[in-house]
């Protein structure tokens, strides 16, 4: 979790190593078709992963796309974040309680 995340920066940040966490909440994903497929498609899957969304709470009131959680990783692995290190993202829609 987060504490290993913090220990493991300050460990390697001398070697210029960054250690990150990348927390991902609902994406839209094959595993999510499935259910979707197996409850006999009663419903667009649009209006599916609407209702997942609901279901879970996502203040923006949809689930995420695979491309917006890559964004970020491929972001990390820039030298643009070169700097950044000890952190944790939050890729959930504004689900996470956390500060």
């Keep these: 979790g987060m504490a290993l995340t913090k220990v493991l920066s300050k460990e390697y940040a001398a070697s210029n190593i960054l250690v990150n966490t990348v927390c991902i909440g609902t994406i839209e994903s094959g595993q999510h078709d499935r259910r979707w497929e197996a409850a006999g498609r009663q419903q667009s899957r649009e209006e599916h992963y609407a209702q997942l969304a609901a279901q879970r709470g996502i203040p923006m009131r949809r689930v995420g796309r695979p491309e917006e959680a890559a964004s970020v990783i491929v972001f990390l692995a820039s030298d643009a974040a070169s700097y950044l290190t000890?952190?944790?993202?939050?890729?959930?829609?504004?689900?996470?309680?956390?500060?």
Aim: net charge negative; hydrophobic share 45%.
């Design 86 to 99: 000890g952190t944790a993202i939050n890729i959930d829609g504004g689900h996470a309680h956390a500060l």
